[in-house]
């Protein structure tokens, strides 16, 4: 996780990963544009730090799965119920006990300052 982590802080900067979970066949993961303006898709983005940590690894076996699945969050609750799916997943597959017990989790960055409420009325904004 170490190696993915180097990554997407310093080579795939386009983007800013924020919470994940790193499964051993794939990978949960929520990111946002660092700035809109770079307008590089995450696509783009997901098959750059892909190759990257494929090199840097160094092993010829690994291979990610093709392609990226993508989820766009419609509300706050959307967020919360994928974060939740995200942590139970290793509980789901049988490998730990509770979420707490995987050890390939964490947050590369703080998504906080970059996520706006998209149909729910954040602690500012009760106007909605």
Known sequence: ??????????????????????????????????????GVAVERWVSFWKDAFAKRIDRMDWRWERGVFLTRMRSDAHYAEKLEYMRQN??????????EDWPWRGRVHDLSAHIRSRGEPGPKDQSK
Request: contains cysteine.
């Open 90 to 99: 290793p509980v789901k597959a049988g490998l730990v006990k509770g979420p």
């Open 1 to 38: 996780m170490a190696v993915l982590d180097e990554v997407w802080r310093k080579a795939a900067t386009a983007w800013l990963t924020g919470e994940i979970v790193l499964m051993p066949d794939h990978v949960h993961f929520f990111c946002c544009p660092r700035r809109i303006s770079e």
